[in-house]
Protein backbone atom coordinates (compact mmCIF):
# COMPACT_ATOMS: atom_id res chain seq x y z
CA UNK A 1 0.00 0.00 0.00
CA UNK A 2 1.43 3.42 -1.04
CA UNK A 3 0.96 6.31 1.51
CA UNK A 4 -0.18 9.45 -0.79
CA UNK A 5 0.78 12.29 1.88
CA UNK A 6 4.34 10.56 3.05
CA UNK A 7 5.28 8.62 -0.28
CA UNK A 8 9.35 9.16 1.03
CA UNK A 9 8.60 6.35 3.41
CA UNK A 10 10.05 2.47 3.26
CA UNK A 11 7.19 0.09 3.37
CA UNK A 12 8.12 -3.28 4.14
CA UNK A 13 5.94 -6.38 5.16
CA UNK A 14 2.58 -6.69 4.61
CA UNK A 15 1.32 -4.35 1.83
CA UNK A 16 -2.17 -3.90 2.69
CA UNK A 17 -1.43 -3.29 6.56
CA UNK A 18 -1.73 0.15 7.98
CA UNK A 19 1.76 2.23 8.07
CA UNK A 20 0.83 4.31 11.04
CA UNK A 21 2.88 3.51 14.40
CA UNK A 22 -0.12 1.41 16.24
CA UNK A 23 -1.10 0.21 19.66
CA UNK A 24 -0.26 -3.57 18.67
CA UNK A 25 3.14 -2.64 16.59
CA UNK A 26 4.21 -0.40 19.84
CA UNK A 27 4.41 -3.05 22.41
CA UNK A 28 5.78 -6.04 19.59
CA UNK A 29 8.49 -3.47 19.40
CA UNK A 30 9.13 -3.14 23.15
CA UNK A 31 7.77 -6.42 24.58
CA UNK A 32 10.66 -8.64 23.69
CA UNK A 33 13.44 -6.63 25.05
CA UNK A 34 11.78 -5.52 27.82
CA UNK A 35 11.33 -9.03 29.01
CA UNK A 36 14.31 -10.01 28.46
CA UNK A 37 15.84 -6.94 30.68
CA UNK A 38 13.02 -7.49 33.42
CA UNK A 39 14.06 -11.22 33.89
CA UNK A 40 17.44 -10.94 34.54
CA UNK A 41 16.63 -7.90 36.98
CA UNK A 42 14.20 -10.65 38.17
CA UNK A 43 16.36 -13.33 38.57
CA UNK A 44 19.47 -11.17 40.45
CA UNK A 45 16.61 -10.28 42.57
CA UNK A 46 15.53 -13.39 43.61
CA UNK A 47 18.73 -14.83 44.26
CA UNK A 48 19.19 -11.81 46.81
CA UNK A 49 21.86 -10.65 44.37
CA UNK A 50 23.14 -6.94 44.66
CA UNK A 51 22.06 -5.45 41.22
CA UNK A 52 25.02 -3.27 40.61
CA UNK A 53 26.58 -1.40 37.27
CA UNK A 54 27.35 -4.78 35.56
CA UNK A 55 23.54 -6.02 35.64
CA UNK A 56 22.51 -2.32 34.73
CA UNK A 57 25.55 -2.76 31.77
CA UNK A 58 24.13 -5.88 30.70
CA UNK A 59 20.19 -4.78 30.26
CA UNK A 60 20.76 -1.94 28.02
CA UNK A 61 23.14 -3.93 26.36
CA UNK A 62 20.86 -6.74 26.29
CA UNK A 63 17.53 -4.11 25.14
CA UNK A 64 20.01 -2.53 22.35
CA UNK A 65 20.33 -5.97 20.65
CA UNK A 66 16.99 -7.10 20.68
CA UNK A 67 15.01 -3.85 20.11
CA UNK A 68 12.79 -3.86 18.02
CA UNK A 69 11.14 -6.31 18.92
CA UNK A 70 9.38 -9.19 16.35
CA UNK A 71 6.44 -10.22 17.98
CA UNK A 72 3.43 -9.82 15.96
CA UNK A 73 -0.19 -10.19 17.20
CA UNK A 74 -1.15 -10.70 13.66
CA UNK A 75 0.63 -14.15 13.31
CA UNK A 76 -0.44 -17.18 14.19
CA UNK A 77 0.69 -18.54 18.10
CA UNK A 78 2.82 -21.48 16.53
CA UNK A 79 4.81 -19.51 14.14
CA UNK A 80 5.57 -16.98 17.10
CA UNK A 81 6.76 -18.86 19.56
CA UNK A 82 9.31 -20.51 17.48
CA UNK A 83 10.21 -17.02 16.64
CA UNK A 84 11.41 -16.65 19.92
CA UNK A 85 12.43 -19.77 20.63
CA UNK A 86 15.17 -19.14 17.83
CA UNK A 87 15.90 -15.33 18.45
CA UNK A 88 16.27 -16.26 21.87
CA UNK A 89 19.04 -19.28 21.31
CA UNK A 90 20.75 -17.32 18.38
CA UNK A 91 20.62 -14.22 21.76
CA UNK A 92 22.06 -17.09 24.14
CA UNK A 93 24.97 -18.13 21.82
CA UNK A 94 26.16 -14.58 20.86
CA UNK A 95 25.95 -13.38 24.24
CA UNK A 96 27.21 -16.20 25.82
CA UNK A 97 30.37 -16.02 23.13
CA UNK A 98 31.10 -12.33 24.06
CA UNK A 99 31.24 -12.76 27.48
CA UNK A 100 33.86 -16.09 27.61
CA UNK A 101 35.71 -13.63 24.86
CA UNK A 102 35.84 -10.53 27.29
CA UNK A 103 35.67 -12.78 30.65
CA UNK A 104 33.16 -10.44 31.70
CA UNK A 105 30.67 -13.44 32.18
CA UNK A 106 32.64 -14.27 35.54
CA UNK A 107 30.89 -11.28 37.12
CA UNK A 108 27.72 -13.54 37.01
CA UNK A 109 27.06 -16.17 39.11
CA UNK A 110 25.46 -19.38 36.89
CA UNK A 111 22.49 -19.81 38.81
CA UNK A 112 21.09 -16.47 38.11
CA UNK A 113 21.47 -16.84 34.62
CA UNK A 114 20.27 -20.10 34.58
CA UNK A 115 16.99 -18.61 35.64
CA UNK A 116 17.57 -15.65 33.40
CA UNK A 117 17.92 -18.49 30.38
CA UNK A 118 14.83 -20.19 31.44
CA UNK A 119 12.51 -17.17 32.83
CA UNK A 120 12.43 -15.09 29.73
CA UNK A 121 10.68 -17.62 27.29
CA UNK A 122 8.41 -18.22 30.00
CA UNK A 123 7.43 -14.76 31.40
CA UNK A 124 7.72 -13.83 27.23
CA UNK A 125 4.84 -17.12 26.27
CA UNK A 126 2.73 -15.68 29.19
CA UNK A 127 2.79 -12.26 28.27
CA UNK A 128 2.24 -12.54 25.05
CA UNK A 129 -0.67 -15.08 25.02
CA UNK A 130 -2.10 -12.87 27.71
CA UNK A 131 -1.86 -9.57 25.24
CA UNK A 132 -3.33 -11.71 22.38
CA UNK A 133 -6.40 -11.74 24.47
CA UNK A 134 -6.65 -8.28 25.72
CA UNK A 135 -5.46 -5.87 22.68
CA UNK A 136 -7.94 -7.07 20.38
CA UNK A 137 -10.54 -5.49 22.72
CA UNK A 138 -8.91 -2.36 23.26
CA UNK A 139 -7.90 -1.95 19.64
CA UNK A 140 -11.67 -2.54 18.86
CA UNK A 141 -13.53 -0.31 21.19
CA UNK A 142 -14.87 2.29 18.76
CA UNK A 143 -13.41 5.60 20.38
CA UNK A 144 -9.92 3.35 18.88
CA UNK A 145 -11.02 2.38 15.78
CA UNK A 146 -10.07 4.94 12.57
CA UNK A 147 -12.63 5.20 10.09
CA UNK A 148 -12.01 4.66 6.38
CA UNK A 149 -13.60 4.41 2.82
CA UNK A 150 -12.35 2.57 -0.02
CA UNK A 151 -12.69 3.77 -3.74
CA UNK A 152 -13.55 1.10 -6.03
CA UNK A 153 -15.33 -2.25 -5.41
CA UNK A 154 -12.91 -4.46 -7.42
CA UNK A 155 -11.66 -7.89 -6.08
CA UNK A 156 -8.42 -6.17 -4.41
CA UNK A 157 -10.80 -3.57 -2.64
CA UNK A 158 -12.76 -6.81 -0.80
CA UNK A 159 -9.95 -8.15 -0.19
CA UNK A 160 -8.52 -5.02 1.95
CA UNK A 161 -12.30 -4.46 3.33
CA UNK A 162 -11.92 -8.46 4.38
CA UNK A 163 -8.29 -7.82 6.15
CA UNK A 164 -9.52 -4.75 7.96
CA UNK A 165 -12.91 -6.74 9.07
CA UNK A 166 -10.65 -10.08 10.18
CA UNK A 167 -8.24 -8.51 11.54
CA UNK A 168 -8.52 -6.25 14.96
CA UNK A 169 -5.34 -5.57 15.23
CA UNK A 170 -5.59 -3.14 12.19
CA UNK A 171 -7.85 -1.03 14.09
CA UNK A 172 -9.71 0.13 11.37
CA UNK A 173 -13.93 0.45 10.37
CA UNK A 174 -14.59 0.19 6.70
CA UNK A 175 -17.40 2.09 6.31
CA UNK A 176 -18.01 1.61 2.98
CA UNK A 177 -17.27 1.56 -0.81
CA UNK A 178 -17.18 4.36 -3.57
CA UNK A 179 -17.56 3.15 -7.43
CA UNK A 180 -18.96 4.62 -10.65
CA UNK A 181 -20.70 0.88 -11.29
CA UNK A 182 -24.51 0.63 -11.58
CA UNK A 183 -25.92 -1.39 -8.50
CA UNK A 184 -26.46 -4.53 -10.40
CA UNK A 185 -22.77 -4.74 -11.54
CA UNK A 186 -21.42 -5.01 -7.65
CA UNK A 187 -20.19 -8.04 -6.61
CA UNK A 188 -22.81 -10.05 -4.22
CA UNK A 189 -20.50 -10.56 -1.55
CA UNK A 190 -19.13 -6.89 -0.81
CA UNK A 191 -18.24 -6.50 3.27
CA UNK A 192 -19.83 -3.28 3.72
CA UNK A 193 -22.19 -0.59 1.98
CA UNK A 194 -21.56 0.97 -1.36
CA UNK A 195 -22.26 4.94 -0.35
CA UNK A 196 -22.02 6.70 -3.85
CA UNK A 197 -20.16 7.36 -7.10
CA UNK A 198 -16.32 8.33 -6.79
CA UNK A 199 -18.11 11.86 -7.24
CA UNK A 200 -19.20 11.60 -4.18
CA UNK A 201 -16.14 10.79 -2.14
CA UNK A 202 -14.86 14.19 -1.44
CA UNK A 203 -18.01 15.84 0.41
CA UNK A 204 -18.41 12.56 1.93
CA UNK A 205 -15.16 12.18 3.57
CA UNK A 206 -15.19 16.11 4.17
CA UNK A 207 -18.76 15.46 6.12
CA UNK A 208 -17.92 12.42 8.32
CA UNK A 209 -14.69 13.16 9.43
CA UNK A 210 -13.60 10.09 7.20
CA UNK A 211 -9.57 9.41 8.57
CA UNK A 212 -8.39 7.64 5.99
CA UNK A 213 -9.05 6.86 1.98
CA UNK A 214 -8.16 3.70 0.06
CA UNK A 215 -7.70 3.88 -3.84
CA UNK A 216 -8.52 0.24 -4.51
CA UNK A 217 -8.42 1.38 -8.35
CA UNK A 218 -7.02 -0.10 -11.58
CA UNK A 219 -3.82 1.34 -12.52
CA UNK A 220 -4.90 1.83 -15.98
CA UNK A 221 -7.56 4.13 -14.91
CA UNK A 222 -4.76 6.74 -14.06
CA UNK A 223 -6.64 10.10 -14.87
CA UNK A 224 -9.28 9.25 -13.48
CA UNK A 225 -7.33 8.68 -10.19
CA UNK A 226 -5.36 11.35 -10.43
CA UNK A 227 -8.73 13.48 -10.80
CA UNK A 228 -9.98 12.12 -7.75
CA UNK A 229 -6.57 12.87 -5.62
CA UNK A 230 -7.56 16.45 -6.67
CA UNK A 231 -11.20 16.78 -5.29
CA UNK A 232 -9.68 14.88 -2.24
CA UNK A 233 -6.89 17.65 -1.63
CA UNK A 234 -9.57 19.83 0.67
CA UNK A 235 -9.65 17.05 3.88
CA UNK A 236 -7.61 15.92 6.12
CA UNK A 237 -7.77 12.14 5.42
CA UNK A 238 -4.97 10.23 5.00
CA UNK A 239 -4.77 9.16 1.31
CA UNK A 240 -3.48 5.03 0.35
CA UNK A 241 -2.78 3.78 -2.99
CA UNK A 242 -3.28 0.09 -3.15
CA UNK A 243 -2.22 -0.55 -6.83
CA UNK A 244 -3.22 -3.92 -8.58
CA UNK A 245 -0.24 -4.77 -8.90
CA UNK A 246 -0.65 -6.61 -5.03
CA UNK A 247 -2.11 -9.21 -6.51
CA UNK A 248 1.09 -10.63 -7.89
CA UNK A 249 3.06 -13.07 -5.10
CA UNK A 250 5.37 -10.16 -3.58
CA UNK A 251 9.10 -11.03 -3.04
CA UNK A 252 10.43 -8.67 -0.58
CA UNK A 253 7.65 -6.06 -1.68
CA UNK A 254 8.51 -2.23 -0.43
CA UNK A 255 7.63 0.73 -1.65
CA UNK A 256 11.08 2.72 -1.84
CA UNK A 257 12.88 5.69 -3.66
CA UNK A 258 15.29 5.81 -6.71
CA UNK A 259 16.51 9.71 -6.08
CA UNK A 260 13.07 11.49 -5.75
CA UNK A 261 11.16 8.71 -7.79
CA UNK A 262 9.01 6.70 -5.68
CA UNK A 263 9.04 2.60 -6.90
CA UNK A 264 7.55 -0.43 -5.83
CA UNK A 265 9.75 -3.87 -5.28
CA UNK A 266 7.94 -6.30 -6.76
CA UNK A 267 10.72 -9.11 -6.39
CA UNK A 268 14.14 -8.64 -4.70
CA UNK A 269 16.31 -10.37 -2.55
CA UNK A 270 16.29 -10.08 0.97
CA UNK A 271 19.92 -9.66 1.45
CA UNK A 272 20.43 -6.00 0.44
CA UNK A 273 22.57 -3.75 2.35
CA UNK A 274 23.18 -4.69 6.06
CA UNK A 275 21.21 -7.32 5.87
CA UNK A 276 23.69 -8.69 2.97
CA UNK A 277 26.58 -8.41 5.32
CA UNK A 278 25.34 -10.05 8.29
CA UNK A 279 24.26 -13.20 5.81
CA UNK A 280 27.65 -13.28 4.58
CA UNK A 281 29.36 -12.42 7.66
CA UNK A 282 27.42 -15.88 9.88
CA UNK A 283 27.85 -17.83 6.38
CA UNK A 284 31.92 -17.46 6.45
CA UNK A 285 32.53 -17.62 10.93
CA UNK A 286 30.07 -21.18 11.03
CA UNK A 287 31.86 -22.18 8.01
CA UNK A 288 35.42 -21.70 9.13
CA UNK A 289 34.15 -23.34 12.54
CA UNK A 290 32.21 -26.25 11.01
CA UNK A 291 35.28 -27.07 9.17
CA UNK A 292 37.86 -26.63 11.43
CA UNK A 293 35.51 -28.93 14.01
CA UNK A 294 35.00 -31.39 11.77
CA UNK A 295 38.33 -31.71 9.32
CA UNK A 296 39.15 -35.09 11.55
CA UNK A 297 35.79 -36.71 10.30
CA UNK A 298 35.37 -34.87 7.03
CA UNK A 299 39.61 -36.98 6.56
CA UNK A 300 38.12 -39.90 7.50
CA UNK A 301 34.84 -39.86 5.28
CA UNK A 302 37.04 -39.46 2.10
CA UNK A 303 38.88 -42.36 2.84
CA UNK A 304 35.70 -44.34 3.26
CA UNK A 305 34.28 -43.23 -0.28
CA UNK A 306 37.63 -43.83 -1.95
CA UNK A 307 37.67 -47.67 -0.41
CA UNK A 308 34.10 -48.26 -1.46
CA UNK A 309 34.15 -47.93 -5.11
CA UNK A 310 36.25 -46.34 -7.52
CA UNK A 311 36.16 -42.99 -8.46
CA UNK A 312 37.31 -39.52 -7.12
CA UNK A 313 36.64 -38.68 -3.45
CA UNK A 314 34.27 -35.24 -4.77
CA UNK A 315 31.93 -35.18 -6.85
CA UNK A 316 31.65 -31.92 -8.56
CA UNK A 317 28.20 -31.15 -10.36
CA UNK A 318 26.83 -28.05 -12.00
CA UNK A 319 24.30 -26.53 -10.42
CA UNK A 320 22.82 -22.90 -10.33
CA UNK A 321 23.55 -20.54 -7.83
CA UNK A 322 23.17 -17.09 -7.12
CA UNK A 323 21.10 -14.77 -10.23
CA UNK A 324 20.83 -18.35 -12.58
CA UNK A 325 24.75 -18.33 -12.97
CA UNK A 326 25.87 -21.56 -13.25
CA UNK A 327 28.33 -23.06 -10.27
CA UNK A 328 30.17 -25.86 -9.72
CA UNK A 329 28.85 -27.75 -6.14
CA UNK A 330 31.06 -30.06 -3.99
CA UNK A 331 29.78 -33.57 -2.28
CA UNK A 332 31.70 -36.56 -1.08
CA UNK A 333 30.61 -39.05 -4.00
CA UNK A 334 27.98 -41.86 -2.85
CA UNK A 335 27.31 -43.29 -6.29
CA UNK A 336 29.45 -45.74 -8.93
CA UNK A 337 28.20 -43.02 -11.09
CA UNK A 338 29.10 -39.72 -11.76
CA UNK A 339 26.32 -38.03 -13.81
CA UNK A 340 26.22 -33.99 -14.54
CA UNK A 341 24.85 -33.99 -18.59
CA UNK A 342 21.83 -33.04 -20.28
CA UNK A 343 19.90 -35.64 -18.49
CA UNK A 344 20.67 -37.00 -14.81
CA UNK A 345 18.21 -39.32 -13.38
CA UNK A 346 17.19 -38.48 -9.32
CA UNK A 347 18.45 -40.74 -6.25
CA UNK A 348 15.80 -43.16 -5.85
CA UNK A 349 15.11 -45.71 -3.15
CA UNK A 350 16.92 -48.72 -3.45
CA UNK A 351 18.93 -46.96 -6.22
CA UNK A 352 21.64 -49.70 -7.73
CA UNK A 353 24.23 -46.38 -8.54
CA UNK A 354 24.72 -46.12 -4.60
CA UNK A 355 27.31 -47.65 -2.71
CA UNK A 356 26.70 -49.52 0.87
CA UNK A 357 29.30 -46.40 2.68
CA UNK A 358 27.28 -43.68 0.18
CA UNK A 359 23.89 -44.92 1.57
CA UNK A 360 25.04 -44.10 5.06
CA UNK A 361 26.44 -40.98 4.29
CA UNK A 362 23.14 -39.52 2.34
CA UNK A 363 21.14 -40.58 5.01
CA UNK A 364 23.08 -38.98 7.48
CA UNK A 365 24.17 -35.68 5.36
CA UNK A 366 27.48 -36.73 6.00
CA UNK A 367 27.59 -36.06 1.97
CA UNK A 368 26.98 -32.51 1.93
CA UNK A 369 30.08 -31.50 4.36
CA UNK A 370 32.34 -30.41 1.43
CA UNK A 371 29.77 -27.78 0.73
CA UNK A 372 30.93 -25.99 3.42
CA UNK A 373 33.93 -24.75 1.22
CA UNK A 374 31.65 -23.72 -1.07
CA UNK A 375 30.36 -21.54 1.02
CA UNK A 376 33.51 -19.95 2.26
CA UNK A 377 34.16 -19.35 -1.90
CA UNK A 378 30.71 -17.21 -1.91
CA UNK A 379 28.68 -19.91 -3.76
CA UNK A 380 26.75 -20.96 -1.57
CA UNK A 381 25.26 -19.99 1.58
CA UNK A 382 24.54 -22.49 5.14
CA UNK A 383 20.99 -21.65 4.33
CA UNK A 384 18.69 -20.99 1.66
CA UNK A 385 17.11 -23.04 -1.38
CA UNK A 386 18.84 -25.95 -1.99
CA UNK A 387 20.69 -26.07 -5.56
CA UNK A 388 19.30 -28.32 -8.09
CA UNK A 389 21.21 -29.89 -11.09
CA UNK A 390 21.47 -27.68 -14.13
CA UNK A 391 19.49 -31.01 -16.04
CA UNK A 392 16.84 -30.73 -13.25
CA UNK A 393 16.70 -26.83 -13.24
CA UNK A 394 15.57 -26.75 -17.12
CA UNK A 395 13.14 -28.83 -16.78
CA UNK A 396 10.95 -27.55 -13.66
CA UNK A 397 11.74 -24.11 -14.48
CA UNK A 398 9.43 -24.64 -17.79
CA UNK A 399 7.09 -26.35 -15.58
CA UNK A 400 6.54 -24.59 -12.35
CA UNK A 401 5.79 -21.18 -12.25
CA UNK A 402 8.06 -18.60 -10.21
CA UNK A 403 10.90 -21.58 -10.19
CA UNK A 404 13.63 -19.19 -10.78
CA UNK A 405 12.79 -16.55 -8.33
CA UNK A 406 14.60 -18.80 -5.60
CA UNK A 407 17.84 -18.08 -7.60
CA UNK A 408 17.39 -14.56 -5.96
CA UNK A 409 19.86 -15.40 -3.16
CA UNK A 410 22.76 -18.06 -3.03
CA UNK A 411 21.45 -22.10 -2.61
CA UNK A 412 21.99 -23.54 0.77
CA UNK A 413 23.08 -26.24 2.42
CA UNK A 414 20.14 -26.79 4.00
CA UNK A 415 16.89 -25.22 3.46
CA UNK A 416 13.06 -24.05 4.75
CA UNK A 417 11.57 -27.07 2.08
CA UNK A 418 13.67 -29.52 3.42
CA UNK A 419 13.03 -29.00 7.66
CA UNK A 420 9.58 -29.25 6.37
CA UNK A 421 9.04 -32.82 4.99
CA UNK A 422 10.89 -32.06 1.32
CA UNK A 423 14.20 -33.62 1.79
CA UNK A 424 15.65 -36.29 -0.90
CA UNK A 425 13.50 -37.54 -3.71
CA UNK A 426 11.02 -35.42 -5.39
CA UNK A 427 9.76 -38.09 -7.99
CA UNK A 428 6.28 -36.09 -8.75
CA UNK A 429 5.67 -32.05 -9.94
CA UNK A 430 3.72 -31.54 -6.71
CA UNK A 431 6.62 -32.25 -4.54
CA UNK A 432 8.54 -29.71 -6.45
CA UNK A 433 5.63 -27.51 -6.36
CA UNK A 434 5.94 -27.35 -2.63
CA UNK A 435 9.48 -27.78 -1.98
CA UNK A 436 9.15 -24.08 -4.14
CA UNK A 437 6.87 -22.80 -2.08
CA UNK A 438 8.46 -23.24 0.73
CA UNK A 439 11.64 -21.83 -0.52
CA UNK A 440 9.78 -18.64 -2.01
CA UNK A 441 8.18 -18.14 1.82
CA UNK A 442 12.11 -18.37 2.54
CA UNK A 443 12.50 -15.40 0.66
CA UNK A 444 9.57 -13.64 1.91
CA UNK A 445 10.44 -13.58 5.57
CA UNK A 446 13.96 -14.09 6.00
CA UNK A 447 15.77 -12.85 9.61
CA UNK A 448 18.97 -14.44 11.25
CA UNK A 449 16.42 -16.26 13.51
CA UNK A 450 15.00 -17.91 10.72
CA UNK A 451 18.25 -18.96 9.75
CA UNK A 452 19.08 -20.45 13.15
CA UNK A 453 15.95 -22.49 13.35
CA UNK A 454 16.28 -24.07 10.27
CA UNK A 455 19.74 -25.57 11.16
CA UNK A 456 18.28 -26.82 14.60
CA UNK A 457 15.80 -28.23 13.03
CA UNK A 458 18.16 -29.61 10.06
CA UNK A 459 19.64 -31.61 12.65
CA UNK A 460 16.73 -33.50 14.02
CA UNK A 461 15.46 -33.49 10.70
CA UNK A 462 18.67 -36.08 9.92
CA UNK A 463 17.73 -38.14 12.68
CA UNK A 464 14.32 -39.27 12.10
CA UNK A 465 13.96 -38.62 8.70
CA UNK A 466 13.35 -41.36 5.93
CA UNK A 467 12.93 -39.43 3.04
CA UNK A 468 17.09 -39.13 2.30
CA UNK A 469 18.49 -42.05 0.05
Same mark, same amino acid.
Given at each position: ???????????????????????????????????????????????????????? *?????????????????????????????????????????????????????????????????????????????????????????????????????????????????????????????????????????????????????????????????????????????????????????????? *??????????????????????? &?????????????????????????? &????????????????????????????????????????????????????????????????????????????????????????? &?????????????????????????????????????????????????????????????????????? *???????????????
Amino acid at each position: MLQYEHSNRPLKGNLLQHTGFTLSTGIGAFLYPSIIAICLLAAAAYHDEEIGPHYI *ILCILSFAVTFPGEASFHERPRRVFRKLLSSWLLFILIMGAFGFATAYIQYYPENILLAWVIATPVVYGAAYTTLRIVLPRVISSPSNLRTAVIAGSNDIAICLAQQFQNDPYLGTHVLGFFDDRGSGEFPPDLPAPVMGNLSDLSEYVKQNHVEAIYLALPMAAQPHILNLLDSLKDTTASIYFVPDIF *ITDLIQGRFDTVGNMPVVTVCET &PFTGFNGFIKRSSDVVFSIIILLLLL &PLMLLLAIGVKLSSPGPVIFKQRRYGLDGKEILVYKFRSMTACDDGEVIKQATKNDARITRFGAFIRKTSLDELPQFVNVLQGRMSIVG &PRPHAVAHNETYRKAIKGYMIRHKVKPGITGWAQVNGYRGETETIDKMKKRIEYDLEYLRNWSLSLDFWI *IVKTVWTIVKDRNAY
